[in-house]
């Protein structure tokens, strides 16, 4: 009989009724946990990796909060039925210490500490603790971390990341729990592949047909729910092992019909009886097969239109290692290779071959890794300085981009959020320590791969190399990228190495005889666990509060920014001053939600001091900031009441702006001591605390020391030293400044071009290539005919022969330099540069149309005629065109009667010389019909004459790819 179903004297026994309860209870409510657990398992593999494009913050705050459901979930399972599980003390050990080193990056530590941990911020943050630092703070940086706040929503992910891995690992208690897992990774990635495919096919730009991203679209090339198509590859190659192996356990019988009984996605299978348990026949394999055969052909066809180099690389490395796992016959492997080799060819008919050939080209005909990784070597040349510095223990997770500019001179118009190498990025914001606990963990993995392989049986080693496929993706591709960077992609590969973890412990279980040995390890996590539900929670929420709450009003500014940025009339803010209480708004919002969002605060205090020189301008004293400051200093007030008084009485409660652009620049400093457009901020209004002149040199030398390529920061310094009569200097300063950024290359000419004549601004200035062409278009826009003919002169005179020796020159670059060359009458010069401008850019018709009236203008006909010829190809339906085809043909045909002619004459018709076309007196057809670009390496508008806004930079994900 039973316990629960005895009874006495005819009746249920009471003492028999409380074991039936609770047994039935208990059961329930670990069935309940199991569920839970099952189903945040399944939320973080199926739904996560696809908000990344546009729903990132959300992606991450769903992911942290179900790591922490599973987590608390599965401990609460554990402790109520203590089940002996695999032991990874190891795993937890790194986990443990890693999460001990980011924890101390952001502890204020002693100075004796401090400077044996971070010696960088006592020989870079001068500012710091001296007597001219008073108006930022009296204290000196007593954090290892340079961007605390970055660095603790790092750690809020570090620990999301350690307790999933974890407790997946314990979850996965059987093979058929790591069987499903591994078939729930490949059907993520086949699912991500189709969404790339069809966003590409039947797109609209948008991801997932309702997301708008700022700088990125859907359509071309494939990249999935992924800004970054290098993500979408990796994504990919990291289900192409768990789907291929999929299909191989078919041909190997190693699906078979399992008893009906709880499984752990929250499923069942049939329940037959033991003699049943036979495999699947061959014939009811086959549709099984073919969708897996087709998956395998969509992640392929995704890995190749991403046209991502890294990503494609090891997609097929992961597939190479899969493939070999499969073991599988040769005509399986001949049957699958056309099968997927068909597919393709068609797939790449239908797309053109364009692109991808293109892609190839890059790659063969890139002379070395340095022209091949575009900004990427010279990111990585200035982070092998970084790690000098940082070494001991880091610059705190999060505060890469922020470290890198103080040593790379070179300007990129794309700001490099990450390293585009993990390993790099880890080993300058965690130092050594960081990278030996990186390399442990992938020595374990390694480790366990190989134990499991020892150990297992056929079917178990082929298992565990197409897991270890993946992995090696990461490994591999995290040398040129920053996918661990990436939670879409990290989660995968962290449920691929609990996988393996599960895999090799299954095989050296099977292997020992007798009862395997019991580990407490389980119970003692799960415990930590609940223990830690409260601080670990209130952690989790606060981020995921702050981070969400600001995340919409900064994206909205950040959107806006970007149109300002994209417009080209530096010579106006009209579209800044129009949506300047929108973007004011916007921030203030930000920092309202999120009081420690430095971004936030370093954009906002510039704005404010944008309004106040807006609304002075437009009120009864027009005074400009320096103006205002050059009367305060002049003044000498007595006291800071005083001035205050003053100010309120000049300009009413618009003085409040100033206030407030001061208070906000100094708590972005107080949180992240290297933003140097809060320190020209401080300099500008430094006089609202009565700074002395020694304080503010010393704030401008802080700026210049973290930003010593930084073209704002210089050209702010260089204001100072031309206030202090030290013109040298100053212009040495603005020299390295225009040298590096067209958009402060024209401020400084547009400040002098009234000021200095023009030769002596070309000698000051010693003006670059790119720099001689904002010099002329200056002049032009202030109508200087001279002067641009002396600056043309100049131009050809210093660099012609340069210009003839350098193989980086680009289309956009030649049409400007002739466009220089024409004013300064090298006529052969000009069309040299204008043919070259063709051969780079052959599609570009107005380089056409300029190249074809070059020719006729210098008498080369015939090679004129050709040209019309194209372009009637092209144009069919432009008069003008025809026009001119028919008298070159008329004036070819003139030549041929009289042979002594000469053909050097310009043609006199209203085509060439623009009389009777609509253009205005003094304008030729060259400034009509072509107005060239600013140079590509520099685009940042200056938004007033003493500072300039850039916090809208090009993808701060992202990235040169």
Known sequence: MSVGTATHSGHPSRQGQVPTVTCNTNELLQARLQQLCDAGIAVCVFVVPFTMAGLREYGVALFVLCSFVVGIAWAAQQLLSPVSNSPVAGAA?????????????????????????????????????????????????????????ATRSGLVLLLAYVIFFLTLVQRLRTQHDTDRLIKAIGISAVAMGIIGIAQMVIGDDRFLWMIDHPTRTASWPAKGTFTNQNHFAHFLALGIGPLLWWWQSFEQGDEVIQPRKRSAWGSSVRNRPPHQNTRLSRKGSQWPRLLIGGGAAVLTIGALYSLSRGGTAVFLVAATIALCAAGCSRRSVLRLFVSLSVFLVAVILAFGMEE???????????????????GRWALWTSLSHAVLEFWPSGSGVGSHADIYPIWMSEQFRSRFSHAEC????????????????????????????????????????????????????????????????????????????????????????????????????????????????L?????????????????????????????????HDYNSTEMLNDRLEFLIGRLEQCTLTNPFHHEAHAALAPLYLLRFEKRSKAGANQMTLQDVRNTVQQAEFESGSEMHEWLVRAFGDDIKDLYR??????????????????????SETAFLAGASRDELEAIIDQAVCVRPHEPRVLYAAGLLENDSNNEESAWQLWRHAAALDSGIARQIVG??????????????????????????????????????????????????????????????????????????????????????????????????????????????????????????VRLPNDQKIVNLINEVESRLAMERLSPGRSGGARISSHLISGQNSGTTPGTSVVDMEFQPPEFSHGTTPAMTSRYTIHQARSDPVNRQN
């Open 751 to 872: 400040r002098f071009v009234n000021r200095l004549p023009v030769a002596q601004l070309i000698e000051r200035l010693s003006p670059d290539r790119s720099t001689y062409w904002i010099l002329y278009d200056v002049f032009r826009r202030n109508e200087r005919p001279e002067d641009q003919k002396t600056i043309a002169t100049a131009f050809a005179n210093d660099h012609l022969k340069l210009l003839r020796e350098d193989d980086a020159v680009t289309a956009a670059d030649f049409r400007i330099y002739a466009t220089l060359l024409d004013e300064a009458e090298y006529d052969q010069d000009a069309l040299w540069c204008r043919r070259h401008a063709v051969r780079l850019q052959p599609e570009y018709l107005p380089t056409r149309r300029l190249l074809a009236r070059t020719l006729i203008t210098q008498g080369q006909l015939e090679d004129a005629q050709r040209e019309l010829n194209w372009l009637r």
């Open 356 to 374: 991808l050939t293109s892609r190839w080209n890059e790659v063969v005909q890139a002379g070395s890794i340095e022209e091949l990784s575009h």
């Open 661 to 682: 652009a001061m208070r906000t620049a100094r708590l972005a400093i107080q949180k992240r001591p290297l933003c140097s457009e809060s320190y020209i901020v401080l």
């Open 422 to 533: 993990g390993y790099l990025q880890i080993l300058v914001e965690t130092g050594l320590p960081g990278l030996m606990l990186l390399l442990s963990g992938i020595g374990l993995c390694v480790v366990w791969c190989v134990r499991g392989w020892s150990a297992g049986t056929r079917h178990q080693r082929r298992r565990i190399l197409a897991l270890a496929a993946g992995l090696a993706a990461s490994v591999l591709h995290s040398l040129i990228d920053f996918v661990w960077y990436i939670p879409g992609c990290m989660i995968l590969t962290l449920a691929i190495a609990a996988c393996v973890s599960r895999c090799s412990h299954l095989a050296r279980s099977a292997r020992r005889s007798g009862k395997p040995p019991e580990t407490r390890f389980a119970t003692m996590l799960a415990g930590t666990l609940i223990v830690s539900i």
């Open 535 to 567: 601080p670990i929670g209130h952690l989790f929420a606060d981020t995921i509060r702050r981070d969400l709450g600001a995340s919409q009003h900064w994206q909205s500014f950040h959107n806006s920014m970007r149109e300002i940025v994209e417009d």
């Open 93 to 149: 050990s790194i986990a443990g210490l890693t999460i001990g080193l980011v924890w101390l990056q952001l502890q204020p530590l002693p100075d004796h500490l401090l400077s044996s941990l971070s010696p960088f911020s006592f020989r870079f943050l001068t500012l710091w603790g001296s007597p001219e630092g008073r108006i930022l703070s009296h204290d000196e940086w007593n954090r290892i971390s340079m961007t605390p706040e």
